[in-house]
C-alpha cells in the first residue's frame, strides 16, 4: 500500500512539473496574430478576464481562459492598465503582459514644424494616422471655441514641436496640448523680456515672434532682425516685412510676389499699414519667441538676404541700397579711387 501511494505521489509530482514546464515554454511562446499587427483596446474598467476575452476577440488564437488563468497566476492581474495597444509578431503572453502592466500604449507622433501656419497645421492633423478627426469640417471660429478661446484667433497659438499620442486619441486633445504648450512658452519668454522693449503685451510678443520665424534664414540671425523691428516700432517706421503682405493674400497667393501685391491693402499689409499686424501670421518657435523679447543691441533698420540663408544689416538706406545691389543684383561696390 505505501508503494501505491508512493508511485500515485511520484505520477502527482511529474504531472504538475510536466504541466509547469509546459505552461513556462507556452508563456513564451509567440501568440498567434491574425495579421503582423493587431490593435487593442482595453476600456476602463475591463476586468481581467475582460482583457483575455478581448484578446481573442481581435482573432488571435489563444483560448482566454488560458490567457486569464496566466494573468492571475502572475500577480499583476489587477495591475492591467486600460489604454490602445498594439500587438505585434512575436509577442508572447509574458511579453502581452508586461506591455499591459506598463501601459505601454501605442503611439503616434505629429510634428508641427516652426513657421507653419494654420492651414498647413489643420492639414497635417487631417493626414495624421490613427488620430480621430474631431475638428475636421469645423470653421477655425468654431474650432477655437471648442478649444475654448471663442472669438480667438488660431494662427500662432500652438507651439510647434513632436507630440506623441496614442492611437484613437482626437484631434482636439493634441490641439489642446500644442495650445498649452504655447502658453508658457509664451509666459516665460514675456517675463524674460528686455526693459527698453517697444511692445506693450505678450500678445504684441506672440505677433513679432512669428515675423521673425518666417524672416530668418539662420538662427543666428533672429536676434539682429528682431531688433530691426523693433527699431522701426520705436521710430514708427513701417515694418514693410513681405511674410505679412503673403499671409494677408491667403490662399490667393501663388507663389510669386508682384509689386501690386505690395500695394495691396489687407490688415497684414505693413507696406500699407503702421505697426504690427493684427495678429500673428505663423507658430513661432522658442527661438523666435526669445529673440522677440530680447533683441539685439543694434541701430539696424535694414536688413538683406545675402543668398546663402544669412542677412546684411544695415543702419542706414544707403547702406542697406548698396547692400541689395551687391546681393540681390550682383552689382559689386566700386573700388575708391586713391586719386590721379
Same mark, same amino acid.
Request: charged share 25%; net charge positive; hydrophobic share 40%.
Given at each position: ?76 492581474? +489587477?495591475?492591467? @492598465? *486600460?489604454?490602445?495597444?498594439? %500587438? #505585434?509578431?512575436?509577442?508572447?503572453? $509574458?511579453?502581452?503582459?508586461?506591455? =499591459? ?75 489642446? +496640448?500644442?495650445? @498649452? *504648450?504655447?502658453?508658457?512658452? %509664451? #509666459?516665460?519668454?514675456?517675463?524674460? $523680456?528686455?526693459?527698453?522693449?517697444? =511692445? ?141
Amino acid at each position: 500500500m505505501r508503494r501505491f501511494f508512493l508511485t500515485l505521489f511520484l505520477l502527482a509530482a511529474l504531472t504538475a512539473l510536466g504541466v509547469g514546464a509546459w505552461g513556462l515554454w507556452w508563456v513564451h511562446r509567440p501568440l498567434d496574430l491574425p495579421a503582423p499587427s493587431v490593435d487593442l483596446s482595453v476600456e476602463p474598467g475591463t476586468t481581467p478576464r475582460g482583457v483575455a476575452e478581448a484578446v481573442a476577440a481581435t482573432g488571435t488564437r489563444v483560448p482566454p481562459q488560458l490567457l486569464y488563468a496566466w494573468f492571475r497566476f502572475s500577480g499583476q492581474d +489587477r495591475q492591467i @492598465r *486600460a489604454g490602445s495597444y498594439e %500587438l #505585434e509578431r512575436g509577442v508572447t503572453p $509574458r511579453t502581452l503582459l508586461n506591455m =499591459l502592466v506598463r501601459g505601454e500604449e501605442a503611439t503616434r507622433s505629429l510634428v508641427l514644424v516652426e513657421g507653419w501656419n494654420f492651414r498647413q497645421v489643420r492639414a497635417a492633423l487631417a493626414k495624421a494616422e490613427q488620430l480621430k478627426p474631431e475638428t475636421v469640417g469645423e470653421s477655425d471660429s468654431a474650432l477655437m471655441a471648442r478649444l475654448g478661446r471663442p472669438g480667438v484667433h488660431p494662427e500662432g497659438r500652438f507651439f510647434p514641436d513632436t507630440y506623441t499620442y496614442s492611437k484613437g486619441s482626437t484631434d482636439t486633445a493634441l490641439l489642446q +496640448r500644442a495650445m @498649452r *504648450a504655447m502658453d508658457k512658452k %509664451l #509666459e516665460a519668454a514675456w517675463a524674460a $523680456r528686455a526693459s527698453d522693449l517697444p =511692445l506693450k503685451s505678450a500678445e504684441e510678443a506672440l505677433i513679432l515672434a512669428s515675423i521673425v520665424e518666417k524672416e530668418t534664414g539662420q538662427a543666428k540671425d533672429r536676434p539682429e532682425v528682431a531688433a530691426v523691428f523693433a527699431n522701426r516700432l520705436r521710430v514708427g517706421m513701417p515694418l514693410q516685412t513681405d511674410p505679412t503682405v503673403i499671409y494677408g493674400l491667403g490662399a490667393a497667393f501663388d507663389g510669386n510676389l508682384r509689386k501690386k501685391d505690395l500695394q495691396t491693402d489687407t490688415p497684414w499689409n505693413t507696406y500699407t499699414r503702421g505697426g504690427l499686424p493684427p495678429t500673428p501670421i505663423a507658430m513661432p518657435g522658442k527661438a523666435a519667441l526669445l529673440a522677440a523679447v530680447q533683441p539685439a543691441q543694434s541701430k539696424s533698420l535694414y536688413f538683406v538676404s545675402r543668398g546663402d540663408g544669412s542677412s546684411h544689416f544695415s543702419s542706414s538706406l544707403d547702406e542697406h541700397n548698396r547692400a541689395v545691389n551687391r546681393y540681390q543684383r550682383g552689382i559689386e561696390p566700386k573700388p575708391k579711387s586713391n586719386g590721379p
